[in-house]
């Protein structure tokens, strides 16, 4: 319980400000207010930032050619998805996986590689690549491709979004097990605490972006799926809105969701990179914004989430994972409720004396909570023995018929 006190004493803080004249003050971003994975660079106006982007363009990767293997197959592919082809990009996502003087980088699993541009220019670069391509279509320029790479490429014919399904039936590729692609893959278990044992890079369309977090949200509090095997860092492209929403901060009750918290509370989130869409190569019956279902002038994000190393302990277990998770989905869901009657709702009776172990008003409504604040209130009310669980079940079952596939 001492982790517990510290924190406390630490919100206490936090809220109410040094008490007394020469009190040294906890620096936090609560008072600064700066989001987490914020970076000056990608916030100016767009004036300026164009500006700054013409004098640091990256050299032109000589790896990308309109000859390039495949490009015929992403022009007239039968599903929307997006390619990375452009050579600045590609130097731009090189430079975000491996820093200068970064030491030993962990292994790379590039998700639907498509032509395979991306993949050739990782190699070049020196990183190891598990290539999980879900469209058969491009596997032979891929496989080829990994004859010539000397072990430094494995390409599987899986889809990162069908890994551990939760319909029923028999599991045939693209769909597949985390215990069988990690075994394919020689990858093999290590503690949370560890450093990041793999990097995935993966892009994720508009229409299924939020059930996908989703998917990952509840991996990563259980670990469960791939997260079994450590704390697997994910460098995503989002959309703008999402990215937004995923750092949004308490009072702000349009973005502010229970997502936010989620990610929040479990992972380290940074924003690496920003680019158009135009950027990006679509198959021509998607180059209508109206027919994939985004905007002309938007950007997708780069994100870098990576899970703390410090989530779990002894007062926060795996096993208190999907408990905390439906927990906040409740209380995000109307996030100007009163936060007293949820608490009621969970530990009848508890309601106030756990608002005053945290020096919260009474009456503050569920959006003005922070993460941290939140994952305090669950480790109180989790060991009082009035706290009532079952409305997981309820919540469980929604969520299976909301994400399964």
Not at 314 to 340: C, W, Y
């Amino acid at each position: 319980m001492s982790s517990i006190w510290v924190a406390r004493v630490g919100l206490s803080i936090l809220r109410c400000g040094p008490q007394a004249a020469g009190t040294p003050v906890i620096f936090c971003p609560r008072q600064t207010h700066q989001a987490p994975g914020y970076n000056a660079a990608f916030h100016q106006s767009p004036s300026s930032r164009m500006s700054t982007a013409s004098k640091q363009k990256p050299p032109r990767s000589k790896t990308v050619t309109d000859q390039s293997p495949g490009l015929d197959i992403a022009e007239s592919c039968a599903h929307f998805r997006r390619f990375i082809t452009d050579p600045g990009l590609i130097n731009s996502i090189l430079k975000c996986l491996a820093p200068w003087g970064s030491g030993t980088v962990a292994p790379v699993i590039e998700c639907n590689p498509g032509p395979g541009i991306l993949t050739r220019a990782l190699l070049d670069a020196g990183h190891k690549v598990f290539a999980l391509e879900s469209n058969s279509d491009f596997l032979p320029s891929l496989e080829r491709l990994q004859k010539t790479s000397n072990g430094q490429l494995k390409v599987v014919h899986c889809d990162f979004f069908r890994i551990d399904p939760w319909s029923e039936g028999l599991v045939q590729p693209p769909s597949m097990y985390s215990s069988t692609l990690m075994k394919n893959l020689n990858i093999t278990e290590v503690p949370w605490a560890s450093d990041v044992p793999l990097k995935v890079v993966l892009m994720l369309g508009h229409k299924r972006e939020r059930i996908l977090l989703w998917r990952q949200i509840y991996s990563l509090f259980e670990q469960l799926s791939i997260y079994r095997y450590g704390r697997i860092e994910l460098n995503v492209f989002i959309t703008e809105k999402q990215y937004w929403k995923l750092i949004s901060r308490p009072g702000d009750y349009m973005k502010y969701q229970a997502l936010s918290v989620l990610f929040q509370v479990a992972c380290d989130i940074q924003l690496l990179h920003k680019e158009p869409t135009s950027t990006f190569l679509t198959p021509s019956k998607f180059r209508n914004p109206a027919v994939s279902g985004g905007l002309p002038d938007e950007n997708l994000c780069l994100v870098r989430i990576t899970p703390r190393r410090n989530l779990f302990s002894e007062n926060f277990t795996p096993v208190d994972g999907a408990t905390f998770v439906h927990m906040i989905k409740q209380f995000l869901a109307r996030r100007k409720s009163k936060l007293i009657e949820k608490l009621d709702n969970l530990a009848p009776g508890n309601g106030q004396d756990l608002l005053q172990s945290l020096d919260l008003p009474a009456d503050i409504a569920t959006g003005s909570i922070y993460p941290e604040e939140y994952k305090l209130l669950f480790e109180l009310m989790s060991r009082s023995e009035d706290f009532n669980r079952s409305f997981v079940l309820h919540e469980i079952c929604e969520d299976i018929a909301a994400t399964s596939y």
